[in-house]
């Protein structure tokens, strides 16, 4: 994959996030904490839908999709960044540049699609509980986890072809820690007006098409778990999702805050993604697992399992 034959840029340099090598010492600590904790909570997780029988329901199948997804995005940036914070030069290839920006797009869609299927999946659970195991059946969550993927791939590869088509010439600095499309266009020395519109569009597209979808469904949910006489129907039937919408506010509300707020230069769109790119991923697993009566059942059945094993 390569830019336009006139481009001179073979490589780009990140300024990272300090130029103070005690700071990035104690980042290169905490971010790989960070890292091995998300690596750690989401193969717990993966290990205990797969291994417990009492799981492998709709939910606990998309569930697993979503913790795979989870460490996938954050693959995609923290071990270039853990590298850099060791290295005195910081640079990237072109190619490994422009695959970075179709990783991010491709693993952060394709959760935003499956938080969106997720939800679909707890309305048919609360508002049509007696249905529930027709409508979601087997075939179906497949399907929808295969849609899930495949429109997220179109998505991430229409906004990489705006990378590909942009011409660089002599500056090679981005302002990030990491190869974001946004950051890209400074550095560009053709018109990138076209790019920002179709980034925006993109973006405002597949959010709003995926966020849609949640927002319908939790107000049927909600109108749903009103309308239960008993306190503690209500109480169960909402513990059933709040799970799902604590991951939703953070994933699409860091989300939104990354892709449609014009970038300012400043620390804070570089903490924004790092919440967005490293935070998220690691409180998933914790928050499903936390506040999740089933899976945490799960968990001590499968060490209690493994142990006597």
Same mark, same amino acid.
């Given at each position: 994959?390569?830019? !336009?034959?006139?481009?001179?840029?073979?490589?780009?340099?990140?300024?990272?996030?300090?130029?103070?090598?005690?700071? $990035?010492?104690?980042?290169?600590?905490?971010?790989?904490?960070?890292?091995?904790?998300?690596?750690?909570?989401?193969?717990?997780?993966?290990?205990?839908?797969?291994?417990?029988?009492?799981?492998?329901?709709?939910?606990?199948?998309?569930?697993?999709?979503?913790?795979?997804?989870?460490?996938?995005?954050? +693959?995609?940036?923290?071990?270039?960044?853990?590298?850099?914070?060791?290295?005195?030069?910081?640079?990237?290839?072109?190619?490994?540049?422009?695959?970075?920006?179709?990783?991010?797009?491709?693993?952060?869609?394709? $959760?935003?699609?499956?938080?969106?299927?997720?939800?679909?999946?707890?309305?048919?659970?609360?508002?049509?509980?007696?249905?529930?195991?027709?409508?979601?059946?087997?075939?179906?969550?497949? !399907?929808?986890?295969?849609?899930?993927?495949?429109?997220?791939?179109?998505?991430?590869?229409?906004?990489?072809?705006?990378?590909?088509?942009?011409?660089?010439?002599?500056?090679?600095?981005?302002?990030?820690?990491?190869?974001?499309?946004?950051?890209?266009?400074?550095?560009?020395?053709?018109?990138?007006?076209?790019?920002?519109?179709?980034?925006?569009?993109?973006?405002?597209?597949?959010?709003?098409?995926?966020?849609?979808?949640?927002?319908?469904?939790?107000?049927?949910?909600?109108?749903?778990?009103?309308?239960?006489?008993?306190?503690?129907?209500?109480?169960?039937?909402? +513990?059933?999702? +709040? +799970?799902?919408?604590?991951?939703?506010?953070?994933?699409?509300?860091?989300?939104?805050?990354?892709?449609?707020?014009?970038?300012?230069?400043?620390?804070?769109?570089?903490?924004?993604?790092?919440?967005?790119?490293?935070?998220?991923?690691?409180?998933?697993?914790?928050?499903?697992?936390?506040?999740?009566? $089933?899976?945490?059942?799960?968990?001590? !059945?499968?060490? $209690?399992?493994?142990?006597?094993?």
């Amino acid at each position: 994959m390569a830019l !336009r034959n006139h481009s001179t840029v073979t490589e780009f340099i990140l300024m990272g996030l300090s130029a103070d090598p005690h700071i $990035e010492a104690l980042l290169f600590v905490l971010f790989l904490v960070i890292y091995l904790l998300t690596l750690m909570g989401n193969l717990m997780l993966l290990l205990v839908i797969r291994a417990d029988s009492h799981l492998h329901t709709p939910m606990y199948f998309f569930l697993s999709h979503l913790s795979f997804l989870d460490l996938c995005f954050s +693959s995609v940036t923290v071990p270039k960044l853990l590298v850099d914070l060791l290295s005195e030069k910081k640079t990237i290839s072109v190619q490994g540049c422009l695959a970075q920006v179709f990783f991010v797009f491709f693993t952060a869609g394709t $959760e935003a699609c499956l938080l969106s299927v997720m939800a679909y999946d707890r309305y048919a659970a609360i508002c049509h509980p007696l249905l529930y195991a027709q409508v979601m059946s087997h075939q179906l969550c497949v !399907r929808l986890v295969l849609v899930s993927w495949g429109l997220a791939s179109l998505n991430a590869f229409i906004i990489v072809l705006l990378a590909i088509n942009l011409d660089f010439c002599e500056n090679q600095t981005i302002h990030h820690y990491t190869c974001e499309l946004p950051a890209l266009f400074p550095l560009s020395c053709s018109d990138t007006s076209f790019s920002n519109n179709i980034l925006l569009i993109c973006s405002l597209l597949h959010g709003l098409g995926t966020f849609l979808p949640i927002f319908i469904s939790y107000a049927h949910i909600i109108a749903t778990i009103l309308s239960i006489s008993s306190t503690t129907g209500r109480s169960k039937a909402f +513990s059933t999702c +709040s +799970s799902h919408l604590i991951a939703v506010i953070l994933f699409f509300g860091s989300g939104f805050l990354c892709y449609l707020l014009p970038p300012s230069g400043s620390s804070l769109d570089l903490l924004l993604f790092l919440q967005y790119s490293m935070v998220t991923p690691i409180l998933n697993p914790l928050i499903y697992s936390l506040k999740n009566k $089933e899976v945490k059942a799960a968990v001590k !059945r499968t060490l $209690e399992k493994y142990l006597i094993f």
